[in-house]
């Protein structure tokens, strides 16, 4: 009975000075092996003014399958043009990450590692060697996946979607390209090649029955030439008019949005849901000039490499 007793004393002594010594009073990230990995460029689109050419200067790293590091790219380019798309080796850390927030938390995440030097996936310098002012604009390369017949499952524990038998099940919108112009990400205006080439399904709305029962309604969107959301395009938007709806937005707002969420709001009459004014203190900018003879140097506030929430500036996630 004593050695019983003892051995419990002695396993709740390590347990406690376990507690005490797993506990900080601060965030704590502790590296555990470096990584990398292929992700893509984001696309970015550069004009003038009135659309008229200039010459710019571009610099970045691209990834060859077969090599162990990115490769620098310097080119010259006249205006409209786009770049990006293209792969690129990025590294990270696999973290150990500690946090205390009135609770324990232990777990592992990843760090990521911003590189703007000559073969860093972030580098991206813009040279305006003209005598006008430029005009460039960021669209994501986000891939577009689907809700897993499972989760939706798992959704529909909450709200029954109302109207089962107007949707394909399997074809509901979990990521996509931003930002969202008028029911179709904007990636899609100016290649329409990467489009799914059919309609998706949204999350919509929650309808509420006489009963008091909730459900939730999914909207359906085409996404296939020459049907994107609510427009009708015979041909590809031009390079300086999609630059022109981030120029407009920034001066008016309530043009582009970077969910369909916020685009449903924005339809509902609520107020302050676009990128204008869901960016106003984020670092990240979806939108900029260059003066003439000036360069833009990436630092941080151009979202080139699509990363998850790179759009707010996460690094850990």
């Not at 460029?41 to 004009?47: E, F, G, K, M």
């Not at 659309?51 to 620098?72: C, D, K, L, M």
């Not at 990450?97 to 996936?121: F, Q």
């Not at 140097?297 to 990363?307: D, K, S």
Request: aromatic residues 12%; glycine residues 6%.
């Amino acid at each position: 009975m004593k050695k019983t007793i003892r051995n419990l004393l002695i396993f709740s002594a390590v347990m406690l000075s376990f507690q005490f010594s797993c506990h900080r009073e601060e965030d704590d990230i502790t590296t555990i092996v470096e990584k990398a990995k292929i992700q893509k460029h984001n696309y970015v689109i550069v004009t003038t003014d009135d659309g008229s050419p200039a010459e710019v200067e571009v610099s970045y790293a691209t990834f060859t399958t077969g090599n162990a590091e990115n490769t620098p790219k310097n080119e010259r380019l006249t205006t409209p043009f786009v770049i990006g798309g293209e792969p690129v080796l990025m590294k990270y850390d696999s973290v150990f990450l500690i946090e205390r927030r009135g609770y324990y938390d232990n777990e592992r995440r990843i760090k990521l590692k911003k590189d703007y030097t000559e073969k860093g996936a972030d580098r991206l310098i813009i040279k305006n060697l003209s005598a006008k002012t430029l005009h460039y604009c960021v669209v994501s390369n986000e891939p577009l996946t689907y809700f897993s017949s499972r989760e939706v499952q798992q959704k529909e524990y909450q709200y029954e979607i109302a109207n089962p038998n107007e949707i394909d099940a399997h074809k509901i919108l979990k990521h996509y390209p931003l930002p969202v112009y008028k029911g179709t990400p904007v990636l899609y205006l100016f290649k329409p090649d990467l489009a799914p080439q059919g309609d998706v399904y949204v999350y919509w709305e929650r309808i509420i029955n006489g009963r008091g029962k909730e459900s939730v309604y999914v909207k359906k969107f085409p996404l296939k030439t020459p049907h994107f959301g609510e427009l009708t395009l015979a041909s590809p938007m031009g390079l300086h008019e999609v630059v022109t709806l981030y120029k407009q937005e920034e001066a008016n707002a309530n043009l582009l949005f970077d969910s369909y969420d916020e685009y449903h709001a924005h339809l509902l009459g609520l107020q302050n849901r676009s990128l204008r004014y869901n960016y106003q203190n984020v670092i990240v900018k979806w939108y900029g000039t260059i003066a003439p003879n000036a360069t833009l140097e990436n630092g941080g506030q151009v979202w080139f490499v699509n990363t998850k929430e790179g759009n707010r500036g996460k690094v850990v996630f």
